[in-house]
Each structure stands twice: as C-alpha cells, then as structure tokens.
Nanobody, 122 residues
Framework: QVQLVESGGGLVQAGGSLRLSCAAS????????MGWFRQAPGKERDVVAV????????YYADPVKGRFTISRDNARNTVFLQMNSLKPGDTAVYYC???????????????WGQGTQVTVSS
C-alpha cells in the first residue's frame, strides 16, 4: 500500500479553477493506478477520473469531461486533478486513491487519502 496526502482544495466561485495534488509515499508509486473520487453530503463516493500507471490511459466521469484533467508525475510521486469551469454541483470532498489495477469502482481501490474539501459558490 501507499500513503496518500491530498492538497489544493478550497473555496472558489463558479467558473473558477482549482488544482488538486496527491502526494504518495513509497518507491513503487509508478506501479499504481491512481484515481480521484468525490463525495457530497448524503451521497455515495463517485469516480471523477482515473489514470493508469504510465499516464497513457485516462477515464473521466461524464459530469467532468472537458473540464477536469488528471495527470501524474511519477518522478515526484504525485497525481494531479486540474479542475476548470467549476460548478456548484462540483462541491464535495475529493479523495485520492491508489491500487495496482485500474478501475472505476471505489471499492477496488485499497489506499485512500484523507480527502480535501472543494466548495464552489454560485
């Protein structure tokens, strides 16, 4: 397993941008698929975007396609989520996750960060 720490959340107006970062510990980061998930109050944890170990494969949930970009820097053990054109509906706690196998399901990820709050005001 890897240890994950998210940063970059905050309060932003609708239409604004934020960049989330997730720093991972350990020397095997480059062998892990990474994902960003989000959970709004009273709702399930949903996938936002995932990326394979090399960065050659990505997936985005329909609500964020064209607005969010997931990327990774294996030399820095870090995965990013660039969020543009933010909407109030994007308000949630955002979690970083890691696992050996690329998946769209939260249940398949074995390592999780503590989460970072993103609030988008109208």
């Amino acid at each position: 397993q890897v240890q994950l720490v998210e940063s970059g959340g905050g309060l932003v107006q609708a239409g604004g941008s934020l960049r989330l970062s997730c720093a991972a510990s350990g020397r095997t980061f480059s062998s892990y698929a990474m994902g960003w998930f989000r959970q709004a109050p009273g709702k399930e944890r949903d996938v936002v975007a995932v990326i394979n170990w090399s960065g050659s494969r990505t997936y985005y949930a329909d609500p964020v396609k064209g607005r969010f970009t997931i990327s990774r820097d294996n030399a820095r053990n870090t995965v990013f989520l660039q969020m543009n054109s933010l909407k109030p509906g994007d308000t949630a706690v955002y979690y970083c996750a890691a696992d050996k196998v690329l998946s769209l399901r939260a249940a398949d990820f074995g390592s999780w960060g503590q989460g970072t709050q993103v609030t988008v005001s109208s």
